[in-house]
């Protein structure tokens, strides 16, 4: 393997509306959770369903197009790339906080 790519592919739904920050005409960023859910069986045979939440951060022009097509409970596939950032909180404890910068967006709708 010659080239590591960070790249990252997931499926979900919209768990809220985007919150958009504009900083000038040209720059703005949205930032929206996304839901997705997995699905196992117990050892004793009992179904369970696993939510994870994953923050997603679009930028300039993908900003707009969120804006413009993400709303609450949407089904959207992403492609992006892991962004991991460490903090000092309030409080002075270490934290991180882990995005997808997203570089594509695509609707899709939801099957059983």
Do not use: H
């Not at 590591?4 to 005409?25: H, I, K, Q, W």
């Not at 069986?41 to 097509?69: H, P, R, Y």
């Not at 409970?73 to 992403?78: A, D, P, R």
């Not at 962004?83 to 997203?102: C, M, N």
């Amino acid at each position: 393997m010659k080239n590591f790519r960070n790249s990252v592919y997931l499926t979900g739904l919209a768990g809220g509306d985007p919150t958009v920050v504009n900083f000038s005409e040209e720059k703005k960023v949205a930032r929206v959770s996304l839901a997705i859910n997995e699905f196992y069986k117990t050892q004793s045979g009992e179904a369970v369903c696993q939510t994870q939440w994953i923050n997603l951060v679009f930028w300039n022009k993908k900003a707009d197009l969120a804006e413009l097509l993400i709303k609450k409970g949407v089904g959207i596939s992403i492609e992006g790339s892991l962004k991991v950032q460490a903090y000092t909180d309030k409080l002075g404890e270490q934290r991180s906080s882990t995005e997808i910068f997203v570089n594509q967006l695509e609707l899709v709708t939801a099957t059983e």
